[in-house]
């Protein structure tokens, strides 16, 4: 798997991004970087540089996250942050290198795949929709139009589909359809943040107490202004949250 390094910092950070993203989804960040911090961001299979996976399961998918992040080296003390439904597949990968994270960063996490999404899988005419929805210029901007309450005024929600892999994009919703419910992921015990935008979607808002239902010692955190892209949207904030040292007292709000 592709994985780029930024920073030469023994604080590591570690980045999965979210769908029909890439690894350059976090390099709004790198400009706020702190000296002792290392960012490290991958391509998913079948995304960026990346090939696809030998087979589309979640337990494939897992392996090779766990395999990228062992390969930066990092034994334990890793920072792992999940965007969007990049979160999703770091959770699932948690049995694989839990004992290597000492915290969770969840950016606008899903907990469940809203009815808008479950449409283009569960349905006959569901795989034509996605393309005329997403793989269609016409379409794309119609969809962006659409959602322009849950982004800023600078930001396209859709924007990121343009150069896609369409088979790969359509491939990981189903695979994000097949995860049963979120209570496999109680035994997580490691400290958790979950951070998202002010505008973001109501699913993500009521997704946010769902995750709080089942891990205790997680917190959240609002970015005031920002929708559903909080690191193109509030980057100077959301990294002053991410990369803070552990001795810093955290806010409720950013």
């Not at 049995?95 to 899988?121: E, Q, S």
């Not at 349905?123 to 139009?145: D, E, H, Q």
């Not at 997680?218 to 970015?223: F, K, P, V």
């Not at 040292?245 to 806010?251: P, Y």
Request: one cysteine or more; hydrophobic letters at 40%; aromatic letters at 12%.
């Amino acid at each position: 798997m592709f994985v780029k390094r930024c920073g030469k910092g023994n604080r590591i950070f570690f980045g999965i991004h979210g769908w029909s993203g890439d690894h350059s989804t976090f390099d709004p960040l790198i400009r706020y970087l702190p000296e002792d911090v290392s960012l490290y961001s991958m391509d998913l299979p079948g995304f960026g540089h990346s090939p696809r996976p030998d087979e589309w399961s979640l337990d494939c998918i897992a392996a090779e996250i766990a395999a990228a992040v062992t390969s930066i080296g990092k034994p334990e003390g890793v920072t792992l942050i999940g965007n969007c439904s990049g979160a999703i597949f770091g959770l699932v990968a948690m049995p694989l290198i839990g004992h290597m994270i000492n915290r969770l960063i969840l950016i606008d996490p899903f907990a469940y795949t809203p009815w808008y999404f479950k449409i283009f899988v569960s349905t006959p005419v569901g795989k034509y929709a996605y393309y005329s929805a997403f793989a269609n210029p016409i379409g794309r901007m119609i969809a962006n139009l659409s959602l322009k309450d849950h982004r800023t005024e600078e930001t396209d929600l859709t924007g990121s589909f343009k150069d896609v892999d369409h088979e790969v994009a359509y491939r990981y919703l189903k695979l994000m359809t097949d995860i049963d419910g979120i209570s496999g992921f109680s035994g997580i015990r490691h400290p958790i943040d979950i951070v998202y935008g002010e505008k973001t979607f109501h699913a993500i808002r009521r997704s946010v107490e769902m995750w709080k239902g089942i891990w205790p010692q997680a917190t959240s955190h609002e970015l005031i202004g920002a929708g559903h892209l909080p690191i193109e949207e509030s980057t100077e904030a959301l990294s002053r949250f991410v990369f803070r040292d552990s001795t810093t007292q955290a806010k409720t709000s950013y």
